[in-house]
């Protein structure tokens, strides 16, 4: 009886040392968005547009607000970018950090995160963008989402929406020169 008390006693280790080495949950999904007039968290929808705006008054770019299921709220590592196909167009400030996620109605909410473009504005302007991101909570679960949506100033084709060369973005052959 003594033998399968140990056998059970080591079966009973060896699961348990195999909890506590257990490979990192599966990336969780986020939503991205924006605040609404209500200070309410309101999804971007594949297609929507997205408002173009001027970030502390000098630098073209986008605010955007990050909705996660139940996350650790402490300091989350953030990453946003903006692509039009594989070119990088935009990033979040990592200035403007540190970030704090606030309850908000079944999760938690990143608010207001400014997201610069760093090319000239007729190179992303009534385009079809991907925006992708990824946050890291403090316990290190990760979550990511993407949507695809059209970067506007309100409306689109935008006349301002045109370059004077095609070299004055990163791919000139995608380039939507003025007439």
């Known amino acids: 009886m003594a033998p399968s008390r140990a056998a059970l006693l080591a079966t009973l280790l060896v699961t348990l040392a195999g909890c506590a080495e257990e490979a990192a949950p599966p990336p969780g999904s986020l939503d991205i968005g924006w605040r609404g007039p209500g200070d309410e968290f ?18 073209l770019g986008i605010v955007l607000s990050l909705h996660l ?13 903006v692509r039009e196909g ?14 704090a996620l606030e309850p908000e109605g079944d999760g938690l909410v990143l ?7 760093q090319v000239n504005s007729c190179c992303f302007l009534c385009r079809d963008v991907t925006i992708e991101a990824r946050v890291v909570d403090s316990r290190g679960h990760v979550f990511e989402g993407s949507v695809g949506g059209r970067i506007s100033r309100g409306s689109c084709p935008d ?19 003025c007439e």
Do not use: H, K
């Not at 309101?42 to 630098?59: A, F, M, Q, T």
């Not at 299921?69 to 970018?81: I, S």
């Not at 004055?168 to 020169?177: M, N, Q």
């Open 86 to 99: 594989d070119t990088i167009m935009g990033a979040n400030l990592t200035e403007f950090g540190p970030y």
């Open 111 to 117: 608010w207001d995160v400014p997201t610069a473009f």
């Open 69 to 81: 299921p139940a996350a650790d709220p402490r300091d989350p590592e953030v990453e946003l970018v």
């Open 159 to 177: 006349p301002g929406g045109c370059c004077a060369a095609a070299s004055d973005c990163p791919v000139p052959e995608r380039t939507r020169l």
């Open 42 to 59: 309101e999804p971007y929808v594949e297609g929507d547009d997205i408002l173009l705006d001027l970030l502390g008054g000098r630098i």
